[in-house]
């Protein structure tokens, strides 16, 4: 996950909580390894290499599939699963110089999830597509992590709260009004000027461009790129971290408001999404 | 810093009728993907509480002498989360040969098989070993553990362990009860455990320090089996140990275990090894008889052991001391060092060093001159006898896939036996008396 | 005298038993545990290996237990 990952649970049973350290962690690592782009031989490096042709999924593959599709139609193509291969164009730790814009006009043409064919069975990208979870990999691995405690810990109430690199769950069987604070987990976010929240329950995910942006000429080119046209999305927030019943959405929230680049405080009022903006 | 508290439920997006928004079509999506993903979930639940198994294949080799082959089979499962079960068989084959305890000479030396039937020669000037044992062995340990209650201090081991060679059977019983202190950082345990053993070799016990009828130095069959007859003993001979075991583990930080334990292990009853034998030597050194060992019949050992174990940054030292003493004033000095060095993936090496050194038995001589008075005890085997001992070893893990792994170990393993000091007689200077044993075992693990 | 000897060679041991007797609060709080929870800290982390091992130093050594148990459970000593 190349990022820290724990799980919290509140109990004194150790033998309990080894048997759901083992559980939670294969799970994480059985989603890690299927959809890994890092990997060589896994699901996704076979999709991505099969050169036009028909590669057999599962049922979980259709299922995230159709969740990318969902957001791809809800965001008008700016949150697009097959826009990884912009990335070689920018580096943004030593960005050198920007890219010529016909090289990314011969990106853009293997871009495009509404180019993809894909059923419960299988699915064919065009040639030289590549896809990658990892807009939602995370924050699904959040979720089925959290699906695995809660079969266990909701017998004698056990709170938990799973942390897997900033994108977060958490679930509180005795208070579901959250009135009191003391219970509760107490989160720091990355910017430390948001402070921090107090989590009972639920999910929470943060988007931000922190860690990866670059000034050149006086603009600052952030980490999102359009899918569209090639180039960053102009003037995304610093970090949004927005809160939903379940991580995956809090992560889809937060992808789309910053990808909505300056309007991104319109977006999630008129959505009456529950958010921290960092400008 | 602001603390912000925020209402982290999903609001009614239902007042909003003018549209379908884009949260309920995503939050639609968003259930629909996770409830349909639900069943590979549950499914990894059903492995769970399962059984954990580990098999290990050993292949064991002295320069020389004894080789070994033996696999082990482990089970184990939690029951009721902190019941754990666990079932171990065994099987060993053993061949080669053991020294029987004369010592070398200069000419031909010819032996009388353990049973009588038949016999051996060795060669002058080389050390006398019996190959006559070639047995297999099967072994069955069963072990339950688990708290006195479910929110108990208190943990509780049975065990049980059967053991059956052709010769040789054994059967023992052992209780444990253990309580933890101080939020668990101090665990205090003691056990018991009591074992019955018999040995019932072919062609019975010998008649400790009677002499051992050879062949060749009777004129007919007859008359040996009747001299050969008349040093054996009984047809079964049994042995009872009892032994206790105390032992205090404290976490010392968040890096640091230590443990102590003290032992006393009583064993009675025969404890004599039927198969050695004894040189009776005159004064230019050269062996006139050879005679049964006989042992005393009880012995009690005392132990003390301490461990340390150690995570540094990437690797864990696991460094333990042992020191016993018994009636039959054998004391020993174990020092144990294993590190293991974490690498990549989930594998790592571990190299291992142990040194041991034990004080001869006061029973224990080399050979018995022949002036001398044949005292009440004596064996010459040189496992009782002034020796120490070097183990060198490596083993390598490796995770074979995300529920398997394997590891592959090599020792070696070299044991010098020392003098005495008794006055060597003369004629005997040429000669190794103390030969060394060198042993090589490799080891390959795997967990599934 | 010879036992006055043999007793000396546990004194090492004993300070070690002694200079942890004074520490009746020592240890770590539950969740400072991650490093002793790995396997590879657990008191017997290689049971297979000390089983062998055992077995092997029982049937070429004098001396058994310490760790564990001393029987035997085999004719090979």
């Known amino acids: 996950m190349a990022s820290p990952c724990e799980v919290l649970i509140k109990t004194q049973d150790k033998i309990f909580c080894e048997k759901l350290a083992q559980l939670t962690t294969s799970e994480v690592s059985r989603i890690e390894n299927k959809y890994s782009r890092y990997k060589t031989t896994n699901l996704l490096s076979q999709i991505n290499s099969s050169n036009g042709g028909s590669i057999e999924i599962d049922n979980e593959t259709f299922q995230l599939l159709n969740y990318a599709k969902e957001i791809f139609d809800l965001s008008d193509g700016l949150f697009d699963i097959s826009s990884g291969v912009l990335g070689k164009f920018w580096t943004f730790k030593n960005q050198i110089h920007i890219p010529d814009n016909q090289d990314i006009k011969k990106a853009l043409s293997q871009i495009g999830f509404n180019k993809i064919n894909y059923t419960g069975k299988n699915i064919s990208l065009p040639k030289g597509m590549k896809i990658d979870f990892g807009g939602i990999g995370k924050e699904y691995a959040v979720d089925q992590v959290a699906k695995i405690l809660n079969a266990h810990c909701k017998i ?3 709170n938990f709260l799973v942390n897997l690199g900033g994108d977060l769950f958490a679930k509180d069987y005795n208070n579901t009004d959250d009135e009191l604070q003391n219970e509760a987990w107490k989160v720091g976010l990355e910017n430390p000027k948001s402070g ?39 003037n995304p927030p610093s970090s949004v971290t927005c809160f939903a019943e379940t991580c995956v959405l809090a992560g889809t929230y937060s992808s789309l408001a910053m990808l909505q680049g300056s309007d991104a405080e319109s977006f999630l009022e008129s959505e009456e999404i529950e958010h921290i903006l960092v400008r | 810093m602001q603390l912000i508290n925020k209402h982290n439920s999903l609001k009614n997006s239902a007042n909003d009728s003018k549209r379908i928004s884009l949260k309920s079509k995503l939050a639609i999506a968003a259930t629909g993907l996770l409830s349909a993903t639900a069943t590979e979930t549950i499914a990894n639940e059903a492995t769970d509480e399962g059984w954990y198994f580990s098999a290990s294949v050993l292949a064991y080799s002295e320069t020389d002498r004894v080789s070994a082959v033996e696999v082990i089979f482990n089970a184990e499962t939690t029951i009721d989360e902190t019941g754990k079960l666990n079932i171990k068989f065994v099987l060993d084959s053993l061949t080669g040969a053991s020294a029987n305890g004369a010592i070398t000479q200069n000419t031909l ?22 190959d006559t044992f070639k047995d297999t062995r099967a072994q069955l340990n069963l072990s339950w553990s688990n708290l006195l209650s479910p929110e108990s201090d208190y943990q509780y081991t049975l065990g ?9 059977q054994s059967i023992s019983l052992s209780a444990e009860l253990a309580k933890g202190f101080n939020q668990k950082n101090t665990t205090i345990s003691g056990g018991f455990s009591v ?17 051992m009828a050879i062949r060749d130095n009777y004129p007919t069959e007859d008359v040996y089996d009747l001299a050969f007859d008349a040093t054996r003993g009984s047809t079964s001979e049994a042995i009872n140990s009892a032994e206790l075991l105390l032992g205090w583990t404290q976490v010392v930080n968040r890096s640091t275990l230590m443990q102590f334990n003290y032992g006393y292990a009583d064993k009675s009853g025969y404890l004599t090894d039927p198969f050695k034998i004894v040189s009776v030597v005159n004064a230019s050194g050269i062996t006139q008889d050879y005679i049964y060992e006989n042992r005393p019949e009880s012995r009690t050992q005392h132990s003390l052991f301490g461990l340390v174990k150690k995570h540094l940054n990437e690797s864990i030292i696991d460094f333990s001391y042992r020191f016993t003493s018994d009636d039959w004033e054998i004391d020993t000095h174990t020092l144990d060092l294993h590190w293991k060095l974490f690498a990549d993936g989930g594998s790592f090496w571990e190299p291992h060093v142990r040194f041991y050194q034990q004080s001869a038995a006061d029973f224990y001589s080399t050979y018995l001159d022949q002036s001398e008075e044949v005292p009440p005890f ?16 490596l083993k390598y893990g490796f995770e074979v896939n995300k529920d398997q792994r394997a590891e592959v170990r090599l020792e070696y393993y070299r044991q010098t036996p020392k003098s005495v000091g008794t006055e060597r007689v003369a004629g005997l200077e040429n000669l190794d008396l103390y030969p060394e044993l060198d042993a090589v075992y490799l080891q390959v693990n795997y967990y599934f | 005298m ?8 546990l004194l090492p041991l004993l300070a070690m038993i002694v200079t942890l007797g004074g520490c009746s609060s020592m240890g770590v709080e539950p969740w400072d545990r991650d490093l002793l929870a790995k396997s590879s800290m657990a008191i017997n982390a290689s049971p297979l290996d000390q089983s062998i091992d055992d077995h092997i130093y029982f049937s070429k050594e004098a001396a058994s237990g310490g760790r564990s148990f001393a029987g035997g459970g085999c004719g090979c000593n």
């Not at chain 1, 999910?203 to 990866?212: D, E, L, Y």
């Not at chain 2, 030396?109 to 019996?130: E, V």
């Not at chain 2, 064996?379 to 020796?387: N, T």
């Open chain 1, 156 to 158: 004698k109430s056990d």
């Open chain 1, 196 to 234: 921090y929240i107090n989590l009972l329950n639920g999910a929470v995910a943060t988007s931000g461009t922190s860690q990866r942006s670059f000034i050149q000429n006086g603009k600052t080119y952030s980490h999102l790129l359009n899918p569209k046209t090639g180039w960053p999305i102009e």
């Open chain 2, 109 to 130: 030396q010819t032996f009388s098989r353990p049973s009588g039937n038949g016999q051996y020669n060795i060669a002058a000037g080389t050390t006398p070993l019996d």
């Open chain 2, 160 to 168: 049980t362990n059967i053991s059956k060679e052709y010769d040789f």
């Open chain 2, 195 to 211: 074992a019955a053993e018999e040995y019932n070799p072919k062609g019975s016990t010998p008649i400790g320090l009677t002499s």
């Open chain 2, 378 to 393: 004596i064996s010459a085997d040189y496992r009782i006898g002034e020796m120490s001992s070097i183990t060198l070893g």
């Open chain 3, 2 to 9: 010879r036992n006055l000897f043999r007793k000396a060679k």
